[in-house]
């Protein structure tokens, strides 16, 4: 028997099929007049990005059968326009609409990678601009706007710790996480290399100060703390546990999936935090991907 599954809202389809199985060999959503100007040369442009063959697979459709497909699809999602779903740390946030309207101005959107360097100078401006408020923010020394996306970001955090500690003759090998933790952290410490070694909070939410004094060896490279954690908890010990690190010169990682609680009210980095990463989609309206 199949179970049926409650969409967020009705649609006269609720069984909308795969696109792949829509096409038809041959059909174009759309064609577009001959050239009256000088054919470009992509390869000549893109040099090794050029994609020289087509895309074994893609589905044949018409420019309807898109619309309709994905309209459809869109109908059956769940999200924050339409009321909160609490994910602890992945809690979606609301992205106020002119943020939204901004972030589509064409000079921003329309930006691409390979354009030259003196047509990017607005959004270079705008990236350093970020990075400045960022560190103001934080209370951080340094940052990278490389990493595309907070996982990223989070696996960044820790191989700089590795090297960090690699150069100083010792990369370590465990990082301790809390239980109440980003759910994504146990899995970044074992990409980065390292043994994960879980702490339990205590009766009030919090990190067991105690227990965590007994375990920091020189075999430990880093806490990674969320803060405040899953369970919407301020760890009001934080600084304190920072002191407990550095003395076995291991060093704090903060994830900031929770930063919106922090911001403007104080600084991960006045706090002992050596390295963290922010989610800018959560906590400063970038366009959810």
């Known amino acids: 028997m199949t179970e049926r599954i409650k969409k967020a809202s009705r649609h006269t389809n609720q069984s909308e099929g795969l696109i792949f199985e829509k096409c038809s060999p041959g059909k174009r959503a759309f064609e577009l007049p001959p050239l009256d100007v000088p054919l470009a040369e992509p390869a000549k442009a893109l040099g090794a990005l050029h994609r020289s063959g087509g895309v074994e697979g893609f589905p044949e459709v018409s420019e309807i059968e898109v619309i309709r497909h994905f309209t459809r699809l869109s109908t059956w999602n769940y999200a924050i326009d339409l009321g909160m779903y609490p994910l602890g740390s992945c809690t979606m946030k609301y992205n106020p609409r002119v ?50 996306a907070g996982a990223q970001g989070e ?10 500690l690699e150069k100083k003759g010792n990369p370590r090998k465990k990082v301790l996480i809390p239980d109440s933790a980003h759910g994504t952290n146990p899995a970044t410490a074992v990409i980065a290399g390292y043994e994960v070694e879980n702490i339990k909070s205590e009766s009030h939410g919090q990190i067991d100060v105690e227990k965590l004094r007994e375990i920091v060896t020189e075999d430990v490279a880093a806490l990674m ?40 009210v104080t600084r991960p980095g006045d706090l002992g935090v050596d390295v963290m990463h922010l989610n800018l989609h959560k906590t400063f309206s970038t366009p959810h991907g």
């Open 225 to 264: 703390i969320t803060n405040p954690s899953t369970l919407g908890i301020f760890e009001e010990r934080i600084a304190e546990i920072a002191g407990i690190l550095h003395a076995k010169g291991a060093l704090l990682y903060m994830d900031g999936a929770n930063m919106n609680a922090l911001a403007g």
């Open 155 to 164: 696996l960044t955090g820790l191989l700089l710790i590795r090297a960090y």
């Open 99 to 148: 943020n939204e309207f901004v972030a589509r101005l064409d000079g921003i959107a329309t930006e691409h990678p390979c354009q030259p360097q003196e047509l990017s100078q607005g959004c270079l401006k705008i990236m350093r601009q970020l990075e400045k408020c960022l560190l103001e923010i934080t209370g951080m020394e340094a940052i990278t706007l490389q990493p595309a």
